[in-house]
């Protein structure tokens, strides 16, 4: 379960000076579903999904994940999550075995759960036919399988994902749709975001659409259609933005305030 | 920490930098081929290197034959050298003062042209005025006028003649003809010279009483030589030797001449024993070189895994990745640092394997080069571990800051500028081992190892535990940023930022925070350091009190006052909280004055102890104690030496400076950076340690009370107390009966206070210094944010 309460961040700008990233975000996730955060290139999506994955910590609000502070108790949320985004690589010098075996010890996994675990694994994601071979050599979707493997292979309950399908072709992407969608089944509580209107549609049971570092708005497909009496997604992600277009951005003239929360 | 993380990571580094074909070759194929290449060449280099001969133009009238010769044909007199063989490098080239002259003009003539060059020289004429090359010819003397006589000495007349150029045409001439080049070195005798000589000999020689002898005022020969031109040089070290034998010949005349035995003058020798032990004297010769190549090879080993290990990381995209698994950011530091370390271990060692075999080659082949001695090796391997630990940390804090391995690299520069002149210092002859010398980091090692590779062991042992404190502390403190580093978001997530000053002024004063950054604490430190070093060349050092005052109100006012008001108003919204003008709390200013006066023997008798161990120079302790010479006012030395610098130094560095580091999270890190800037202001280093440690105290009075005016009073108490202290005489310490309670005179003036007194003082510090710790201080954001993740991380360890 991921709880999100008034998230922000602000960061300083050469150019925009005091920037938040993110004002006073809220959301939850839970187990079986996946909460998709949708919205434009710059609208926080990764910085929201860094702060849940302990990358970066917030200036303001709560973020727990399975009852674990982000910030206080950063080793315990780290031991819950798998994290895979477009930034994420594999390590060019070493093979994909080796690689998704160097993170389940990270992780913890006994040597022999390990290899069942890893068995099972490259089993379901069709990866035994390159087990062996280094990541200098692999393709795009190859690549894409290990990242998948390297962030599966310790069974974490919650699962973020950051625009994974960024940079892969139509099957790759298919592919690797299909296979969030499993894990969903499998009782994950999972963070996807893209900006891929498609992507959302098929596989979201929530969407957030973030703009400009806030939610415009939160619900199932069906409540965000009826809520704005528009069925195609794209066109109502348009229409929430539009309204934003036509005003300065506000995080650019937005000066620090105390700490809040 | 989990080790069992670290070693994970260990591992899968290692592993990946043995899978890459540079760090393999660089590693280990590079240090096995090179140093054998470079002994290869060495030895076909030196068959070519030989002592090249230089050039003397010899004017002037020389004495006769009653006189020892000075000159025989071309070359100086074969008696007059060490080995007969050594005559072969002075060529001589006899003339007269206007044939010297004459060939000046002619050598500083513009050049003749192409097909004059093909000229073969003739056999005896003096070199031309060549260029300098690497093979010189200069055994061919250039073409003088046919008028010079060739060979052998030059018998002139006992009187000048009419025409005899002036001392300084003289000068001018050998002069130009020197700078040319034509010749190394002009020896000038004036033209009496030689009837002088003869005139004393022949009075000598009639055995005439010495008032009837003529005065031995023989005319000094005057030597012209270019310092700029190492072969000048050489030539005249050749040629004063020459002449002083000369010398020793005639004067050996002189005696026999007088009379005496030849001796007489010089009546014993000095005879040299070399006791240096087989082996010790090629040791003192490794001992300089290896224990530079072993920094330097540390240094290298380590930058460039470090700049992979960091920099490469986040440009393959594998950083994030290892950021969102368990590992905790200290476990992925200290499994990097470890990698980096055992490539620079590998480095040095495999470079002074192959170094070492290959040096034992070369010495057989030259004999002037003895081996190195093997047990030099083993003390190298043992300095590995420490020097690898230092230089690998540094290099990962500063390999996790760059963005890129490109930009990486630029940072191998600054680090070698800061490292070589610790490392080159040591090697000046001088510089020994002591225990001052022994905490300065790497300077020190790089001493004890010479010592020990020298086989001075009784020597070097004692100062083994403050050279291994001062590394370790290094290191920690090197590993500590590099997990710094690691924990900053703005290092490791840093995007490229295009550079536009006026952007960057416009948001400096646009985006004010309330108190300073830490980069603007920085900055203010760095810059009253620079304006007092420019300042100090300005301003004329104090001989006496109104020196001192002028040059103290100077430096307080615009060195460190100026800079630090000035940011405060630039940089900052609220200039109140940044210089902590807040009201102390009540008894928090009589407390602070308390503390001073009870640290005031304790800070004497530290002082003693620096001075003991870093002693001042007697010039520099001279020119002290001048400045207080006299009858003096009181009051105008608490003004200059006490109120003054309290308010200035207070306001810039636990106002400015401090309230800008604060922002660090820590408390007593920003307490100690301070403190440090506030040690270095200080311009003698003695005083600059005490005043170190003094600021740490006062940094902690103004974080635990929030105000500036404890620290304020602190610093007026302590500075008073301490010049009314040294200032105390042997009258009046007769006088003051409670002052030999509790204190000796220390030498003609100051005082030194009892232990007793030292360890009452302590119990009344600590007892202070727990009340200020009672205080409820303001914590910044940053040291309560970093105080809940202690907390909780404690909890999880717990649990």
Redesign the interface.
């Known amino acids: 379960m991921i709880h999100v309460r008034e998230l922000t961040k602000a960061y300083?700008?050469?150019?925009r000076?005091?920037f938040v990233a993110l004002d006073r975000v809220s959301f939850y996730a839970l187990p079986g579903q996946i909460f998709g955060l949708l919205g434009p290139n710059g609208a926080g999506k990764t910085t929201a999904l860094?702060i849940l994955?302990?990358?970066?910590?917030p200036t303001g609000g709560t973020v727990s994940i399975n009852g674990y502070?982000v910030?206080?108790?950063a080793?315990?949320v780290?031991?819950q999550?798998g994290?895979l985004?477009a930034?994420?690589?594999?390590?060019?010098?070493?093979t994909a075995w080796e690689m998704v075996a160097?993170?389940g010890?990270?992780?913890?996994l006994p040597e022999d759960k390990l290899d069942a675990r890893m068995d099972a694994i490259f089993s379901r994601l069709k990866m035994n036919d390159f087990r062996n071979v280094l990541g200098a050599k692999l393709s795009t979707g190859m690549r894409q399988k290990v990242?998948i493997a390297?962030a599966i292979v310790h069974d974490p309950p919650v699962l973020i994902f950051d625009e994974p399908t960024t940079g892969l072709d139509v099957l790759v992407s298919r592919a690797l749709l299909r296979t969030v969608a499993e894990l969903r089944d499998q009782g994950k509580c999972i963070v996807f975001s893209t900006h891929i209107m498609r992507e959302a549609e098929k596989l979201c049971d929530r969407v957030a659409i973030v703009h400009r570092g806030c939610i415009r708005a939160c619900g199932t497909l069906e409540e965000l259609r009826d809520q704005h009496a528009q069925h195609d997604l794209e066109e109502l992600f348009f229409q929430l933005i539009s309204a934003d277009s036509n005003t300065p951005d506000p995080r650019s003239a937005v000066?620090l305030e105390e700490?809040r929360g | 920490m989990n080790w069992k993380n670290i070693r994970l990571i260990f591992v899968r580094e290692v592993r990946d930098q043995m899978r890459d074909r540079r760090t393999l070759f660089m590693i280990f194929v590079l240090p096995i081929l090179l140093y054998p290449l470079l002994g290869m060449t060495f030895l076909q280099i030196a068959q070519f290197v030989h002592e090249h001969p230089t050039s003397v133009f010899v004017v002037g009238p020389l004495p006769d034959e009653a006189e020892p010769a000075l000159v025989s044909g071309s070359r100086f007199a074969e008696d007059l050298f060490e080995e007969p063989d050594e005559a072969r490098l002075l060529i001589a080239h006899r003339g007269t003062a206007a044939q010297l002259l004459v060939e000046a003009q002619r050598q500083t003539k513009p050049k003749p042209a192409a097909h004059d060059k093909h000229r073969a020289p003739q056999a005896d004429a003096a070199p031309a005025a060549e260029k300098e090359s690497a093979s010189d010819p200069a055994s061919e003397p250039s073409t003088l006028p046919d008028t010079l006589p060739e060979t052998g000495p030059e018998t002139e007349p006992a009187t000048a003649p009419a025409t005899e150029p002036s001392l300084t045409a003289v000068a001018a001439a050998a002069e130009k003809l020197v700078r040319s080049g034509a010749y190394q070195v002009v020896v000038y005798f004036p033209p009496d010279f030689a009837p002088r000589l003869q005139d004393y000999r022949e009075a000598l020689l009639a055995h005439k009483p010495a008032e009837a002898r003529p005065a031995l005022a023989i005319p000094s020969p005057q030597l012209y030589f270019n310092a700029a031109q190492e072969k000048s040089q050489l030539a005249r070290a050749r040629v004063a030797e020459v002449l002083a034998k000369w010398r020793s010949q005639i004067g050996e005349r002189n005696l026999v001449a007088g009379n005496l035995p030849p001796g007489a003058a010089s009546c014993f020798r000095v005879v040299s024993h070399d006791v240096a032990e087989a082996g010790r004297r090629e040791a003192a010769m490794w001992s300089k070189v290896f224990p530079f190549l072993l920094l330097i090879w540390a240094l290298t080993g380590a930058f460039y895994p470090a700049i992979d290990l960091c920099a490469g990381e986040k440009e393959r995209g594998t950083l994030e990745t290892l950021l969102s698994s368990p590992a905790a950011r200290t476990e992925i530091v200290w499994g990097k640092l470890l990698t980096v370390m055992l490539f620079s271990m590998a480095t040095v060692m495999l470079n002074l394997i192959s170094l070492g075999i290959t040096g034992l080659f070369v010495a057989g082949q030259l004999p002037q080069f003895g081996p190195p001695p093997w047990s030099s090796l083993l003390w190298l391997l043992v300095a590995l571990i420490p020097v690898s630990a230092l230089f690998s940390g540094l290099c990962l804090a500063l390999a996790a800051f760059a963005r890129s391995t490109k930009e990486g690299q630029y940072y191998l520069m600054p680090l070698v500028l800061v490292t070589m002149p610790l490392v080159i210092v040591p090697m000046a002859p001088g510089v020994e081992l002591t225990l001052g010398n022994s905490l300065i980091p790497v300077t020190g090692i790089v001493l004890l190892l010479r010592s020990f590779v020298e086989g001075d062991y009784a020597h070097a042992l004692p100062f083994v535990p403050p050279v291994v404190a001062v590394t370790i502390g290094c290191c920690l403190l090197a590993i500590r940023w590099a997990v710094d580093q690691f924990n900053s978001e703005t290092v490791l997530f840093r995007e490229s930022e295009r550079l536009d000053l006026r952007v960057w002024l416009w948001r400096l004063l646009r985006d004010r925070e309330p108190t300073p950054s830490v980069a603007e604490a920085v900055l203010c430190g760095v810059l009253i350091l620079v304006i007092k070093f420019f300042l100090g060349f300005a301003l004329a050092m104090p001989t006496d009190f109104a020196g001192l005052a002028k040059t103290a109100v100077v430096t307080q006012l615009v060195v460190v006052l100026t800079p630090a008001l000035l940011m405060t108003i630039m940089l900052t919204s609220s200039p109140r909280k940044t210089l902590l003008l807040a009201r102390a709390p009540r008894w928090a200013l009589p407390a602070a004055a308390l503390l001073a006066l009870f640290v005031h023997p304790l800070a004497n008798l530290l002082q003693q102890a620096v001075l003991k161990l870093y002693p001042i120079n007697d010039e520099v302790a001279a020119r002290l104690e001048s400045m207080f010479e006299g009858p003096f006012n009181v009051w105008a030395i608490l003004l200059v030496i006490a109120v003054l610098p309290a308010i200035c130094e207070e306001l810039a560095f636990r106002g400015f400076i401090l309230s800008g580091f604060r922002h660090l999270g820590h408390k007593w890190r920003a307490i100690i950076f301070s403190s440090v800037f506030f040690g270095l202001t200080h311009a003698i280093f003695q005083q600059s340690v005490i005043t170190t440690l003094i600021g740490i105290l006062i940094g902690y009075l103004a974080v635990q009370t929030g105000s500036l005016w404890p620290g304020i009073v602190y610093h007026i108490t302590h500075n008073s107390l301490a010049v009314l202290s040294g200032r105390v005489t042997a009258a009046e310490y007769e006088r003051f009966a409670p002052l030999r309670w509790i204190a000796n005179l220390a030498g003609e003036r100051g005082l030194s206070y009892h232990w007793t007194v030292a360890a009452l003082a302590a119990w009344a510090v600590l007892s202070l210094l727990y009340w200020f710790h009672r205080q409820p201080y303001r914590k910044s954001p940053e040291e309560s944010l970093q105080e809940a993740i202690d907390h909780h991380a404690a909890q999880s360890l717990a649990g």
């Open positions: 300083t700008d050469l150019e000076g005091k860094r994955s302990t990358m970066l910590r502070d910030v206080t108790q080793a315990e780290r031991h999550i994290f985004s930034n994420t690589g594999i390590y060019d010098r070493m160097y993170f010890r990270l992780y913890g990242s390297r000066l700490y």
